[in-house]
C-alpha cells in the first residue's frame, strides 16, 4: 500500500525533534505540538470486482506524550461482546486469593513500620503489598469481596473508597519516605488488559524516580514552559481543546476529559487533567467524586460498545510541581476474532507506532453522552 501526502496541516512551532520522527518531515498543527499528515493507498479490492480502492491513512504525533499513531478508520469492525462465563470459568471464585475464603491467607501484609494493622482498609477496601511487584513499593488495592463486577456496575460508589485507600498509603509513604516523589494509580480490568485476576483490584507505584512514560510528560511540560515563555502546557491544552470543540468531551468538576489527539490504544483513548492539582495530595473527596462520576461514564459507554476490558492509570507527583497536573489515561482493550488475537501487534511492540481504527473526534462525540 503506498501513496503521496495529499495534506499537511500547519502552524505554530517546528522543533528538530519534531522533524526526527521516523525522518518525515510532518509540521506541528498548533503550540501545543500536535502533528498529523493524511495519505492514501490504493489497491484492487477482491469484494468489489478488483475495482481501484483508495484508503486514508491519517499519521499523528503529540510532542508532549511522543505517542504515534495511524488512524485507520477502515479496520474498524463492531465488536461481539465475549462469552463472560468463559473467563469466570477460568478464574473461579473458589480459587481467588482476594475472595473473602482465601484473601487473609494468601495475601501479604505491611510490615509494622508502614502499617501495624499489616493492611490498610477503609470500608470494603484493603490495600496490601504486592506479591509479585514491579517496584520496590509495589501494592494491590481491591474494592471489595466482590468476585466479579462487570463493567457497567462499576459505579462511583463502588470504586470511592479503593481509590481513597490508596491515597492513605501515599500519605504513609510520604511521611517515612519522603525521598519518594512519583506515584500512579493502575487498573487492569479484565484478562485482555493484561489483568492476571478476575477480581477488580487497582495496582501503585511510588518511587524516587519516575516511569518512562512520566518523565517523558514531565520533559515535554518544562519544555513548553520553556519555549512558551512560562506558559503552563496543560492548562493551555484544556484551553486550546475547548476552543477546537473537536476533542473535548466534558468537564466533571475539577477533571477535564478530553479524547486523546494521537491515541496509545487501537480503540482510541480518553484522558482525564485535574485542573491546577499540581500533587496527588492536592486531590480532595470531591476531586475524587468528580472523577469517579467521569469514569462511571465512560465505563458505560464501554459497555455499551461490547468492551469488556480496560487499562487506566492516574499519574501523579508526590511534591508540588507546577509544571504538572494530575492526570491519568484510559484505553479500552479487546481481543480479535475467535482465535483471541490481542488488538496489539509488531506496529506497536516493535516500531513503537499505535494502530488505530478509531478517529479520536468521533470518540468525542460518541462518549458525550455517557457523561451526561
Known amino acids: 500500500m503506498q501513496g ?58 503529540d510532542e508532549t506524550t511522543g505517542v504515534a499513531s495511524r488512524i485507520l478508520p477502515y479496520r474498524t469492525r463492531a465488536l461481539q461482546k465475549p462469552d463472560l462465563n468463559i473467563y469466570l470459568k477460568k478464574s473461579p471464585e473458589s480459587e481467588c486469593p482476594f475472595c473473602s475464603e482465601m484473601f487473609e ?39 471489595s469481596s466482590r468476585h466479579f463486577v462487570p463493567l457497567d456496575q462499576l459505579t462511583p460508589e463502588y470504586m470511592q473508597n479503593g ?27 479484565m484478562p485482555p488488559s493484561g489483568g492476571g485476576l478476575i477480581h477488580p483490584h487497582l495496582q501503585t507505584i511510588t518511587g524516587i524516580h519516575p516511569t518512562s512514560y512520566i518523565q517523558r510528560l514531565l520533559t515535554g511540560a ?6 512558551s515563555g512560562g506558559g503552563n502546557l496543560w492548562r493551555d491544552l484544556i484551553s ?30 480518553i484522558d482525564f487533567i485535574f485542573k491546577g492539582k499540581t500533587s496527588v495530595f492536592d486531590l480532595t473527596e470531591t476531586d475524587f467524586s468528580d472523577l469517579l462520576n467521569g469514569l462511571s461514564g ?19 507527583t508526590m511534591i508540588n510541581d507546577n509544571d504538572f497536573w494530575v492526570q491519568g489515561k484510559i484505553v479500552p ?27 479520536p473526534e468521533q470518540l468525542c462525540r460518541d462518549i458525550q453522552p455517557y457523561f451526561e
Open 4 to 61: 503521496q501526502p495529499q495534506i499537511v496541516q500547519q502552524t505554530g512551532r517546528h522543533t528538530a525533534e519534531a522533524d526526527s520522527m521516523n525522518n518525515k518531515n510532518i509540521k506541528p498543527m498548533n503550540d501545543i505540538g500536535f502533528r498529523k499528515e493524511v495519505t492514501t493507498g490504493s489497491y484492487l479490492d477482491p469484494f468489489d470486482q478488483f475495482k481501484s480502492k483508495e484508503v486514508v491513512i491519517e499519521e499523528r504525533y
Open 105 to 143: 491467607k494468601s495475601t501479604p501484609r505491611f510490615t509494622a513500620e508502614i502499617i501495624p494493622e499489616g493492611k490498610f482498609k477503609r470500608g470494603e477496601a484493603c490495600l496490601f503489598p504486592n506479591a509479585f511487584p514491579y517496584d520496590q513499593s509495589g501494592t494491590v488495592a481491591i474494592f
Open 163 to 189: 481509590f481513597a485507600v490508596c491515597i492513605e498509603y501515599f500519605k504513609r509513604i510520604a511521611e517515612i519516605k519522603p525521598e519518594s516523589k512519583y506515584c500512579s494509580i493502575n487498573w487492569n480490568y
Open 222 to 227: 518544562r519544555n513548553y514552559s520553556v519555549n
Open 240 to 269: 486550546f481543546e475547548d476552543e477546537a470543540k473537536e476533542r473535548f468531551i466534558t468537564d466533571t468538576g475539577a477533571v477535564c476529559w478530553l479524547s486523546a489527539f494521537s491515541p496509545k490504544g487501537m480503540a482510541g483513548e
Open 298 to 316: 465512560v465505563f458505560k459507554y464501554l459497555s455499551h460498545k461490547n468492551f469488556i476490558s480496560f487499562n487506566l492509570a492516574l499519574y501523579a
Open 333 to 359: 482493550r479487546f481481543e480479535i476474532n475467535n482465535l483471541g488475537t490481542s488488538d496489539l501487534n509488531y506496529f506497536e511492540k516493535l516500531h513503537n507506532e499505535i494502530i488505530c481504527t478509531v478517529v
